[in-house]
């Protein structure tokens, strides 16, 4: 996640992932017309069935 321009005084590198994480799963939601089916979600978040395994 780029965060290499941020100001490293004033920020959490953890809750910044985080936050882009949550923000993935808002898109993925807002732009679907029903709610996400698990497999949905893990792409959102950018994980596949191998990386869960």
């Known amino acids: 996640m780029g965060h290499d321009d941020l100001d ?3 920020h959490d590198r953890v809750a910044l992932d985080e936050i882009a994480l949550y923000a993935e799963v808002l898109t993925a939601v807002a732009i679907s017309e029903r709610p996400l089916t698990l497999e949905e979600l ?3 978040l950018g994980l596949s069935a191998s990386a869960i395994c």
């Open 42 to 44: 893990d792409n959102a």
């Open 8 to 10: 490293s005084r004033v």
